[in-house]
């Protein structure tokens, strides 16, 4: 059953932080039974529950479509003593401690929500955090009720052979009737959204883990025996996070078994239950004919990132779910370390800040910005935001930066330990960094409470008669819904200044913390001009305006020794390049072509660097750093300059092309950076016009031993008017028609095709017979894809915010979370042209008018008109 708002007149309730109030009852121990089956299932629960303090409520337990079909009260009916709150069970108790039982059925079958106990591909598998749990059985569904699990399943034989839920396995065997049982325990108390159950017939990638004090864990990921090749990767990321976690956070695997099930229909990414962990397939299964170096990637993150939630998560979870960024910041945190730690740091960082700038950026510039520590919600699913994760991630990472990382260490090891086993705050999270470091964390605290991106801005003066330099730092935080005025925030700056002449760093990076509104810093000992780098490693958050000019950042992209610092001194030449372009119509591209070129011609730099220094920012990016975004005059603004780049430079992307072309398919950081580069140096080509670019392109997509070349040459063809376009879109299709997974990639990258037939492309692509409204991977494969091309979506026609708005509305029908996620793009219109805002504010309008629409669809629209 939906969860319907009914009536425009009556929003959802707003739930706020400030009205936390502890459980009521606990419930320390839980047994379940279910009777398994597709259509019908029947889930028997037996809660011993215990009075919470001094009080006199009744026992509330949630529920959510569920009728009862009996309650027990100590074993008996008394039918008088419990009710219907809505959709909750009410039950007034005498006694402090009871024994409460319920029968419910639930029709797998038939939630097409993906939340609670669901059907996907033949099999039985369950989704509850954060309030699924409440669509199985009654319960108190919040995260700070915590409890044993005993769970017993029964289910036939020859369908579900494989009866899998958290813990260990204590007991099991055959029924008649081809039936079997199985049962579970789990020693640890957890709250109801890390319960999780699987029934499935699959086949396992078996394989163990000897932990640093010798315990054997055996290891299992499940999936169809078709898939059973593509789990190795997955595999090997699982026995490596856990060996991270124990040398870097000191934290060891604490049951003898962990399972990882691989779901074709799943929200979201995956889900760390305890010792069972369901997963999207797409982040379990690779291997080179069908996953790309970015998958690859992606499954080992993802892996890492809910292994690691068995502590930042589980053995310490959270109060409530204001706190969600406690554990998913933190998280995150955890496997882009991990991630920086298998291959290159410098890479992974490019990446990570260029997905908070895709993403993070423009939500907190935009009506759904929030703090990452949120004050309210209407619908907690509509949090799981760019903020609370990347964001949160990066607050994370600043108080490691402040602290130190021994200090940061003795910070949480001292948060696991006195936390272990409770639902805590954020706020338990900067005590125990405060208590460990004894360094005054007050200020720092504005970075859960204040939501936007502050702004810095940066002048440097020299004074060479005294050797001195004075560098202003000015911040400002923009306001955001709810918070019109602003404190100013602590933001770690990492500086250096380089002599412009000598190219020699003076002193040293310093670590500057600007804390004020204005500050002022000075530098001794600076003999010759100095070449400001800020912000180096993306220590902070923020977007820094520095007054440097293009000699500067062309200097600072050759010669800067951090990393991160000499990609963004070449990103940002780029962007005043552009910007400049579109404001005048005409720009200078020689200091970027040179500056591309240096890089292209500088031996000591890796594959891997080259391709992510050398890339244009995407047409979003620039859009976000002009008052208006104009989405044609961007395109072709970046289009002249591609060009420019491609036939001028257009020997050295031969050279870098051909450096890689015969390499056979390796998985390893340098081949895969060599991919990369090889890919991005086809489509300098491709946009240098060169005559003989589509027969390479072609030649690279047919011949490719790998997904990754295949892909690439594929996204180059999909944007361009050559004949080889149709026919290598078809032949992928061909080759890939019965893998889901590669089949979205088909959607996405038409999707993503910067040709002007692009909107009608993806209409018509919604209506091939491939194009599902029941799978949120292919929802999102054509959908959110296109939803990013700022070209195709900002169409003037307004056609591109029809579709989404008409998608929206059909898939808030079966599934409300997934349409809900589908609607942020809408809620840029500030940032457009008038014309495209009331479009874009029409299709909002037609949203929040329909009747019936879910709360959390109703959340994000009606927000996103504000
Ligand atoms: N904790 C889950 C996310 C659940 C999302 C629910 N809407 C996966 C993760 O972040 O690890
Ligand atoms: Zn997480």
Known sequence: MLDVQTSAAAPPPVIRREDYRPPDWLVPDVELDFILDPTKTLVRSRLSVTRNGGHNHPLKLDGDGLTPIAVRIDGEAQADAWRMDGSALLIDLPGDEHVIETEVEIAPEKNSQLMGLYASGGMLCSQCEPEGFRRITFFPDRPDVLSRYLVRMEADKARFPVLLSNGDHVDGGDLSDGRHWAQWRDPFFKPTYLFALVAANLVANRDSFATRSGKEVELAIWVTPDDLPRTEHAMAALKASMAWDEKVYGREYDLGEFNIVAVADFNFGAMENKSLNI????????????????????????????????????????????????????TVFRDQSFSAD???????????????RASQFPED?????????????????????????????????????????ENFRKGSDLYFDRHDGQAVTCEDFVVAMEDASGVDLTQFRLWYSQAGTPKVKASLVHEPAGGQARLTLEQDVPSTPGQPAKKP????????????????????????????????????????????????????PVTVLADRSPADLAFLSAQDDDPFARYEAMQQLMVDTLVGAVARGEADHGPVIEAVQETLLNPALDAAFIAEAVLLPSESFIGDQMPVVDPMAIHLAREALRRDLGLELEDEWRASYAKTHANRYEYNPAAKGLR????????????????????????QFRDADNMTDRQGALGTLANSLWAERDEALKMFYDRYRDNGLVI????????????????????????????????????????????????????????????LADMVLAVDKLNPQTAAKLVPPLGRWRRFDEARAALMRAELERIVATPGLSKDVFEQASKSLN
């Open 489 to 540: 925030m602590p933001i770690p700056l990492r500086v250096a200044l380089y002599g412009e002449v000598t190219g020699q760093i003076f002193g040293g990076e310093r670590l500057v913390m600007l804390e004020d509104a204005h500050q002022e810093i000075l530098f001794e000992g600076i003999g010759e001009r100095p070449v400001l780098s800020i912000n180096r490693g993306f220590s902070a």
């Open 676 to 699: 990369r580069l090889k890919t991005v140096s086809l489509g300098y080509l491709a946009a240098s016009e060169a005559e003989d670019a589509p027969v390479i392109a072609f030649r």
């Open 342 to 356: 298998q291959g290159s740091a410098a890479v992974k960082r490019i990446e990570d800040v260029r997905g908070l």
């Open 365 to 405: 510039a935009g009506p759904l910005a929030h703090p990452i520590r949120p004050e309210s919600y209407m619908e907690i699913s509509n949090f799981y935001t760019a903020t609370v994760y990347s964001k949160g991630a990066e607050v994370v990472r600043m108080l490691q930066t402040i602290l130190g990382p």
């Open 279 to 330: 997963f999207n397939s797409r982040y379990v299964l690779a291997d080179p004919d069908t996953a790309t170096d970015m998958d690859y990637d992606g499954v080992a993150g993802v892996v890492a990132h809910e292994y690691f939630h068995n502590w930042s998560g589980n053995r310490v979870t959270c109060r409530d779910w204001f706190q969600l960024s406690l554990k998913e910041g933190f």
């Open 744 to 803: 979205d990639k088909w959607f996405t990258t038409q999707a993503l095709s910067s040709r002007d037939d692009t909107p009608e492309a993806v209409e018509a692509l919604a209506r091939h017979p491939d194009f599902t409204l029941a799978n949120p991977n292919r929802i999102r494969s054509l959908v959110s894809a296109f939803s990013v091309n700022q070209k195709g979506f900002n169409h003037a026609s307004g056609r591109g915010y029809r579709f």
